[in-house]
């Protein structure tokens, strides 16, 4: 049975007005319009497309056809469910400092308190929906929440998979480093560590060797494929901080084992200006010039524009104070709260389609006191979801990653 349990309980008898909790990044790339979402997906649904050739023909007096044939595609949205479900007991509320707030009567100990039975509804739908962003963008084996067995790839790494898809690869001088050793306490030793900084955020692959990162398990996740927030060590070493997954719940990052061999992708201040100026250069003027097309990139990435437009600003009062445009010559920039580090993701947003039962169903839990049906002094609360994420033109999207 779920309890309530109490840390560093230091009961005065006094209740405090409210209930404090860690901040959350807020999950919007619905309501940014970044997506195109289609509602009622109970099952699967297709997405057809159709395309042909124009050929223009000397003119004729006879009717002669372009010799074409147009062609059709399907794409789908399979929707995969997947549910919210806790309970709890409240009765251990009569340990703590919110007994004051109780109802008289023993059986009260078991109803809760209204502030903070509301506060808490709210901060599950708040990580609900925080959950549901990354089980999107990044997909099943990056959200750490989605414990069900189904699949869900999720739109970037499907992307990344595609072919068609015009990829570039940070692995190159300038946006990479070579790594040739990776301790058990997290420091990466590189040839030089001048183009990088504290807090700069990089990202691990190529690795050869055992490390592991322990932050949530003994067993540990391969730090391959992870990106982290760094800190300076010296002129040839980093440590590798925190988890950029992990940016919610400010956990320090914990590892095992050594490695020999890596390479160390980064977008930060030394890199952004010119990272930008090649994607741009790259970018299909078709795709580029309609009016949803949206460069999107994660908050790293955002920072260290704003920084590097400040630095190259002259004789501007403000330019260290005044907020920084998120565009990059008149393209949108997208700042991407719950994303894959040091990746961009240039589409239209009628590209990308997200699949919903009903959008509103990640704003709405189901709570239910059982003492009047079943005389069990527990709350339950419950959610109900269905969500499928796809594209349609692989050869309409650009992808940069590490």
Request: aromatic letters at 10%.
């Amino acid at each position: 049975m779920a309890q309530f349990t109490f840390t560093n309980n230091t009961y005065a008898g006094e209740a405090l007005a409210g209930f404090m909790a860690s901040t959350l990044l807020e999950a919007d790339s619905v309501k940014r319009g970044l997506l195109t979402v289609i509602n009622d997906v109970k099952s699967r649904k297709v997405i057809l497309d159709v395309d042909d050739d124009v050929v223009l023909q000397d003119p004729s007096g006879i009717f002669t056809d372009q010799g074409t044939a147009a062609s059709q595609n399907e794409s789908y949205l399979d929707p995969v469910v997947y549910e919210f479900m806790k309970q709890e007991q409240w009765d251990k509320l009569i340990q703590s400092w919110e007994a004051q707030s109780l109802k008289p009567g023993s059986f009260a100990d078991y109803e809760g308190v209204v502030d903070l039975s509301d506060f808490m509804v709210q901060r599950y739908l708040s990580k609900i929906q925080i959950a549901n962003e990354r089980l999107y963008w990044l997909g099943k084996s990056s959200t750490k929440e989605a414990s069900f067995t189904a699949p869900f790839a999720g739109l970037l790494p499907t992307i990344a998979a595609a072919s068609g898809v015009y990829k570039v690869n940070l692995s190159k001088p300038g946006t990479s480093l070579a790594a040739t050793a990776i301790d058990a306490n997290g420091i990466v030793t590189v040839a030089d560590t001048s183009t990088l900084a504290d807090g700069d955020v990089v990202s691990i692959s190529a690795v050869t060797g055992t490390s592991k990162d322990i932050t949530n398990s003994a067993a540990g996740i391969p730090i391959q494929g992870q990106s982290y927030f760094i800190q300076i060590a010296s002129a040839t070493t980093f440590k590798l901080v925190r988890n950029y997954n992990e940016v919610n719940t400010r956990k320090p990052a914990v590892f095992s084992g050594n490695s020999t061999a890596a390479t160390v992708s980064y977008i930060n201040l030394s890199n952004v200006l010119k990272v930008l100026g090649s994607v741009y250069a790259q970018l299909d003027p078709a795709d580029r010039a309609q009016e949803d097309f949206n460069l999107q990139v994660p908050f790293h990435v955002g920072y260290a524009y704003a920084q590097a437009q400040a630095n190259k600003a002259t004789n501007v009062l403000n330019a260290f104070t005044d907020p920084k445009k998120m565009d990059y010559l008149g393209v949108p920039l997208q700042l991407m709260n719950h994303w894959q580090a040091n990746t961009i993701l240039g589409a239209r947003s009628s590209n990308l389609f997200l699949g919903v039962d009903l959008l509103g169903d990640a704003s709405e839990l189901s709570t239910v006191y059982l003492k009047p049906y079943t005389n069990d002094d527990v709350v339950r609360i419950k959610a109900r979801m269905k969500a499928a994420v796809n594209f349609k033109f692989a050869n309409e999207i650009f992808y940069l990653g590490a």
